[in-house]
């Protein structure tokens, strides 16, 4: 199985603010435990979903 996702709020437009784009350490917490459950996850994307170094870790499972 392939998993694409994308965080953010879509038709925004000029009135978006910065906190509203990617990913939150929340919303990767929930995505690292889905992922460490799942037996027929082969490929993983995350585009636009600025990520950063500490929530790379805890997807990858070093910040569990």
């Given at each position: 199985m392939n998993l694409t996702l994308t965080m953010g709020v879509k038709h925004?437009?000029?009135?978006y603010k910065r906190d509203?784009?990617?990913?939150?350490?929340?919303?990767a917490l929930s995505l690292a435990t889905g992922?460490?459950?799942?037996e027929f996850l082969l490929k993983l994307s995350l585009?636009?979903?600025?990520?950063?170094?500490?929530?790379?870790?805890?997807?990858?499972?070093?910040?569990?």
């Open positions: 925004a437009g000029k009135a509203d784009l990617g990913m939150n350490m929340d919303q992922i460490a459950k799942s585009p636009g979903n600025v990520i950063q170094d500490d929530l790379i870790k805890i997807l990858v499972g070093e910040g569990l």
